[in-house]
């Protein structure tokens, strides 16, 4: 591994003056599950390392009268023990849950899942369900981007230069709704997904009266399944509704073939989880359904 500089601001004000003086050059890291691999392997070579691991303001977690407030340092350990989270928002301890071991999930943060923008991470499935809005400072200020628009490609995102995620916030869960995530992986646990689906439905009676999909590994970036939300939008639930949320769903993703599984096997995997993550997030809006994390 390269040298490389390293500071540590205690507040958000001051990691943004830090990183907007080295923009051009620094990294910000919170876990480093993926920054220092990626630095080992040469892959990135910042010259200046900011840790934001002392800045509390970063570890918010509380719902408030707009929603679930969730700081950019909230570890994927906090989530799938929260009590709050597992009562009101499963769906992010069933993604939560699957990343690495328990060892990983004692660093990883829910902002560095997200700002390594791999196609193939756990969290922005459910993020994607959950109509999250990344909260956004920079040098320019504040912004609010939503989840759905915060990947441009494989590790990219709209954080300019300078730019720190601090927090991400999620509607108030409402008891006719509910969300669930799943993903296909050859072994259990400490694999990446071959395709994993993020699914939130609210419900009138029997009719889907609104559903949001989110795809992992079957795009260059975390997908919103845009079609397939449609196609359950308005809808009873039942078998016509999943056959053709699956199909849309399929239609959407650009697979690729790797080491993982090919492009055929990945359609395949979206049309058995999307309608497995539609039926269980319908039986949690019912209130049932698996338990949070329970995804296998
Ligand atoms: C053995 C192993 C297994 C894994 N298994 C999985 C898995 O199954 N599923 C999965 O999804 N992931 C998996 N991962 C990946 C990893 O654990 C996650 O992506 C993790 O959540 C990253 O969070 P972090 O806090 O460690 O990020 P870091 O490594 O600290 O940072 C990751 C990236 O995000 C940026 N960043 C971090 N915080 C911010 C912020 N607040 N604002 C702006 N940019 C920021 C960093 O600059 C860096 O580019 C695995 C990793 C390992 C080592």
Redesign the pocket.
């Known amino acids: 591994m390269r040298r490389f500089g390293y500071l540590a601001p205690k507040s958000v004000s001051e990691a943004v003056s830090v990183l907007a003086e080295h923009a051009a050059v620094a990294?910000?890291?919170?876990?480093?599950?993926?920054?220092?691999?990626?630095m080992k392997d040469g892959v990135?070579r910042?010259e200046v390392v900011?840790d934001?691991t002392g800045i509390d303001e970063?570890r918010l977690l509380e719902e408030r009268d707009d929603g679930l407030h969730l700081g950019?340092?909230v570890?994927?350990g906090e989530i799938e023990t929260h009590p709050l989270i597992i009562e009101k928002y499963p769906i992010l301890v069933d993604?939560a849950k699957?990343?690495?071991?328990k060892q990983?999930?004692n660093?990883?943060?829910?902002?560095?899942?997200?700002?390594?923008?791999?196609p193939?991470?756990?969290?922005?499935p459910a993020l994607i369900a959950l109509d999250a809005q990344v909260h956004?400072l920079g040098p320019r200020g504040p912004r609010v981007v939503p989840i759905d628009r915060f990947f441009v490609g494989p590790?990219r995102?709209v954080?300019e230069p300078g730019?720190?995620?601090?927090k991400f916030v999620l509607r108030k869960a409402a008891p006719n709704e509910g969300a669930y995530y799943e993903?296909h992986?050859p072994r259990k646990?400490?694999?990446?997904?071959v395709v994993g689906v993020g699914a939130w439905v609210r419900l009138n009676g029997e009719t889907i009266e609104d559903a949001r999909i989110g795809l992992?590994a079957v795009y260059p970036t975390p997908l919103r399944a845009t079609e397939a939300e449609a196609a359950l939008r308005g809808k009873p639930f039942g078998q016509a509704a999943l056959d053709a949320a699956a199909l849309a769903a399929v239609a959407q993703a650009r697979p690729i073939s790797d080491v993982r599984g090919s492009a055929d096997f990945r359609r395949w995997l979206i049309d058995v989880l999307v309608r497995r993550a539609v039926t269980n997030a319908v039986a949690r809006a019912r209130g049932g359904g698996p338990r949070a994390g329970e995804t296998h």
């Open positions: 990294k910000v890291i919170a876990g480093g599950t993926d920054l220092v691999v990626q990135r910042p900011i934001i970063l950019a340092l570890r994927m993604s699957l990343v690495g071991s990983v999930r660093l990883a943060t829910i902002a560095g899942n997200t700002c390594n923008a791999s193939g991470a756990d969290t922005p956004v590790g995102t954080l730019e720190l995620v601090t993903r992986t646990e400490l694999d990446i997904a992992a």
